[in-house]
């Protein structure tokens, strides 16, 4: 688990210091060519060794995620379809907005995937009745 910390932690230390080095981003704009003015910035380097660490976290979430899907009884397998789907639109908004696909490029994908995130959340909840747990009481 420690190993899993250090790109997490070379990156935020690289980006409370990146307006000294640029490995995470550089040359910010106001790019009004939009509706509304936004920021734009050039990638650093570091910022692919974050990119690609993060999306290989995805991708080992989204087969565990499958193996659930497949393994477990009904109820696990409605709350993996929901986080399944949940963590799709977030790969899928975030590769569209990175590599300037994104159907609003002025917009970051946050803006126009957050309404189905939170309802894939909310199914996932649901879909299990977790707002009717409750502990069973101990007999003695």
């Not at 991708?59 to 963590?87: D, H, P």
């Not at 126009?112 to 409750?134: D, E, I, K, L, M």
Request: net charge positive; with cysteine; proline share 7%.
């Amino acid at each position: 688990m420690v190993l899993l910390s250090v790109v997490p932690l070379i990156s935020f230390v690289l980006a409370w210091s990146d307006p000294l080095h640029g490995l995470l981003r550089y040359d910010f704009s106001l790019d009004s060519s939009g509706p509304f003015p936004v920021i734009g910035k050039e990638y650093g380097p570091w910022f692919f060794v974050h990119f690609t660490y993060c999306y290989l976290l995805n991708g080992l979430s989204v087969v565990l995620l499958l193996r659930a899907l497949w393994r477990k009884n009904t109820i696990y397998r409605r709350q993996s379809l929901f986080l399944l789907l949940g963590l799709g639109i977030i790969i899928i908004s975030n590769v569209l907005y990175v590599t300037g696909l994104s159907p609003w490029p002025t917009s970051t994908s946050l803006r126009w995937s957050s309404p189905y995130r939170r309802r894939s959340s909310a199914g996932g909840y649901f879909a299990t009745n977790s707002s009717n747990w409750y502990p069973s009481p101990v007999r003695g």
